[in-house]
């Protein structure tokens, strides 16, 4: 009853054609890869075809990830995902049922394979109950055994984020094709949680060591995979990810309106436009040089000629345009990398010891970006990073070395006046000490005259 | 001769279906702006709840109803599952339980009568199992008649539990205790117990007489288009 159909390898990297004629193309890419599951499929000559196979009708494409399939056994990654049938849990519910589904579905779907199937079709057919029949059939949709037409535009994106999510945890027969589509889509803003295959809309977990990925609601459920638990995911907002292809434009613009208005974050998005102001922050706290302009709000003026400049230089950077900045690049590009390296350095050291610490880091900074950007230009990128790079860690590890002196210094104030706190106490308590102690001797010599007196009374009682 | 129910007598079991898997058949039957919407399907309750929501939103997908149907479905199979939870923690009684169950059902062109007995005390029972076999031995070639029929024998296992449930419960009203029990469970299973000393008994074997082969036989039939139409078209004007 199962056709054996063989396998024919097409020069399409990312799918095997499994068609029911007996023919064999040899592959030209993976000659290696072609696994010995499918091989025994080829063995075995199809029926004798009394319709001649025409190229497009008979041909089933099939993911290459997913090429562990065959009708008779149960790869590893089928009872990962569905352990209900390989559990033991209930008696009825077993691999043969198992295998029952998964082949009713898949010969279902072949039947017409132009024509999606849908998850209705199959469970009128098959006996059982909806809920696994929904999770098989799921597996099988997910790993692209059934509905994987090319000419389907709506499978591709889940199909390729299926790849990039399932493409880890196939058996070792990986491709490098699969690879491709992984690499091709981990850049892909939309995600797709690997285990209800809804989209994700606000926040999802994503599991590095699987590369994985679940919607809030599947991670609360607990419907992940066997091997790992509710701390193997990190929590990944969707709405910061989906807009987090901050353009160089806009980097520009944030850069510039912090300049101008320093921490007034509202503003700052204005400038930019399209962006909260949470936003902005966030993007730009994960710039490499943010730190810098976080602590020294801009209100000097003697920086602000230094400002207007910088602006002119940070904004036409991204185009170029502006004629100075063009200048520039094509100098420093002219004179080679050593020379612009030690105009930068002379430029630095200068405006160390002119404008103080403050300005000089903001010189450092806005003019590693400057040659970061000559750099791109002039693809001269290293060096010069390198020399202003050294420049700056100099100047900040003095400074650091000066906050800890300050900060111990500091320290040895606050112990000195504790000390001296104690002594004080200590004095006091000595001095309460005397005092008591008079009190006492006192207080004794009192009780001894009252005893002398009673004395005397005795006494003279007794002699009158 | 002994009352076979005292011999019989089993303490309560919690309620459940009688069979290996704990499932539920559901049916639904909605009708939206005109569009009917006619299923049977088994469900398994332990499921999480958000399956419920997943499966309508996937029936109005796949068979493109309208959209009114998702919250309708929804409730519908919501509120079959609370039924069958609120039996659950209840006890039901089951005393020795052949029952006969009766099959008679129209599949797209396939139409299905039969009848066989069933025992209500084996557990470990699979009606999807049997519809399966059914379907193969009669060489039915439409894929949906193994799941109408698997879903007909549950539904009719489920009634007869439910059955079960309420007697226990009143018996419990009517607090009569033990000799009550026993005298409720001959009398109800009457039907079945009986038979069953009938037919084990000594002097009769346990193959069937002749004449109830006929009775007992599963038929089949196929109709044809127009046959098909005539008992719609009769279906829709009973209902009506």
Known sequence: MAEKSPVKEAASSESIPISNSNQLKPSPQFPSKFSSQTAPNSEVPSTPTSRPPSADADVVYVPSYSRWFSWDKIDSCESRFLPEFFDGRSASKGPGLYIYYRNSIIKLFRVNPSRKITFTDVRKTLVGDVGSIRRVFDFLDHWGLINYSASSALSKPSKDTGSNIKSSDSPSVESPSSAAPTSKHSSNSRRICGACKSLCTIACFVCDKYDSTLCARCYVRGNFRVGLSNADFRRVEITDEAKADWSEKETLLLLEAIMHYGDDWKKVAQHVGGRTDKDCVAHFVKLPFGEEYLRHPLSNDDESGFETNKRMCLTPLADASNPIMAQAAFLSALAGVEIAEAAAQAAVSVLSQVDGITASREGIGSLERNSKRESEISSNGDTNQNALERAAYADANSLLDKEELDIERAITGITEVQMKEIQDKFLRFEEMDLQTEKERQQLESMKNLLFIDQLNLSFRRNYT | ?240
């Open chain 2, 1 to 240: 001769m002994k009352s076979p129910a005292s011999a019989s007598w089993k303490a309560p079991l919690k309620f459940r279906m009688p069979t290996a898997e704990n499932l539920i058949p559901i049916r639904l039957d909605i009708e939206v702006d005109g569009q009917r919407y006619k299923d049977a399907f088994t469900w398994n309750p332990y499921d999480p709840d958000s399956e419920v929501v997943m499966f309508a939103k996937r029936t109005v997908k796949d068979l493109k109803l309208a959209p009114g149907f998702l919250p309708q479905i929804v409730q519908s199979i919501q509120s079959q599952l609370a039924t069958f939870r609120s039996y659950e923690g209840q006890d039901m009684y089951v005393g020795d339980k052949i029952i006969p169950i009766k099959l008679d059902l129209q599949v797209n062109h396939t139409v299905i009568r039969d009848q066989f007995l069933w025992d209500l005390n084996n557990f470990d029972s699979d009606p999807e199992e049997f519809a399966r076999t059914l379907c193969k031995d009669l060489g039915i070639e439409d894929p949906e008649v193994g799941p109408a029929v698997a879903f007909a024998i549950r539904e009719q296992l489920y009634e007869i539990a439910i059955q079960n449930v309420t007697s226990a419960r009143e018996n419990r009203i009517s607090k009569k205790g033990r000799r009550a029990a026993e005298h409720f469970t001959p009398s109800k299973a009457s039907g079945a117990a009986l038979d069953l000393m009938k037919l084990f008994s000594f002097r009769s074997s346990v193959v069937r007489k002749r004449k109830e082969w006929d009775y007992y036989k599963p038929v089949l039939d196929l109709l044809s288009n127009e046959e098909v139409d005539a008992l719609e078209a009769k279906e829709e004007r009973s209902g009506r």
